[in-house]
T-cell receptor, first 113, second 113 residues
Framework: EAQVTQNPRYLITVTGKKLTVTCSQN?????MSWYRQDPGLGLRQIYY???????DKGDVPEGYKVSRKEKRNFPLILESPSPNQTSLYFC????????????FGPGTRLTVT | GENVEQHPSTLSVQEGDSAVIKCTYS??????FPWYKQELGKGPQLIID?????GEKKDQRIAVTLNKTAKHFSLHITETQPEDSAVYFC????????????FGAGTILRVKS
């Protein structure tokens, strides 16, 4: 079954404690992306990756890092989380064809206290 | 950059009635316009999309219309059912950034039975 998986699904942490949210897809998609969803703001892109070892900033990259060492995995790293990073995070993947469907993971709800 | 506005933010309809959600975009170069449905606790899922060379597309009870001159597109759901209750997002694609999607803020649709 074609899918995007994220772990963990829920995470409560404290300010400054480094964390990683994993994302994996089994569709051999080149393009992967991270979004955060906040009420009234829709989904905003954090980082994206066109292919292995190719990553770039989205609209709200501050406070986040990513890596793309393998095609299937695209982890999101928060080196020093802050309360304003409390949000719902989604990973997505897509075939590298303009206008192709994006597949979203189930989401990770992060709370930073 | 691209900006997508979505209205209304909430919409309540009686079961069997029609629902219409409207979006406007700012970048005339955008050429791909998907609509996503997000159910509680799940990631967004593509329900219909339209490309800039098409004015209207239908899929059973769902249709999308696009007016490139006015830079707006709309989602139409006919004969609404309780299972249509969800959050709906429109998005526009920026071709020069590959598959980057810019999302509207979302519409909460409630179908009352």
């Amino acid at each position: 079954e074609a899918q995007v998986t994220q772990n963990p699904r829920y995470l409560i942490t404290v300010t400054g404690k480094k964390l990683t949210v994993t994302c994996s897809q089994n569709m051999n998609h080149e393009y992967m992306s991270w979004y955060r969803q906040d009420p009234g703001l829709g989904l905003r892109q954090i980082y994206y990756s066109m292919n292995v070892e190719v990553t770039d900033k989205g609209d709200v990259p501050e406070g986040y890092k990513v890596s793309r060492k393998e095609k299937r995995n695209f982890p999101l790293i928060l080196e020093s989380p802050s309360p304003n990073q409390t949000s719902l995070y989604f990973c997505a993947s897509i075939l590298r064809v303009k206008g192709a469907e994006q597949y979203f993971g189930p989401g990770t709800r992060l709370t930073v206290t | 950059g691209e900006n997508v506005e979505q209205h209304p933010s909430t919409l309540s309809v009686q079961e069997g009635d029609s629902a219409v959600i409207k979006c406007t975009y700012s970048d005339s170069a955008s050429n791909y316009f998907p609509w996503y449905k997000q159910e509680l606790g799940k990631g967004p899922q593509l329900i219909i999309d339209i490309r800039s060379n098409v004015g209207e597309k239908k899929d059973q009870r769902i249709a999308v219309t696009l007016n490139k001159t006015a830079k707006h597109f709309s989602l139409h759901i006919t004969e609404t059912q309780p299972e249509d209750s969800a959050v709906y997002f429109c998005a526009a694609s920026i071709p020069e950034y590959g598959n980057k999607l810019v999302f509207g803020a979302g519409t909460i649709l409630r179908v009352k039975s």
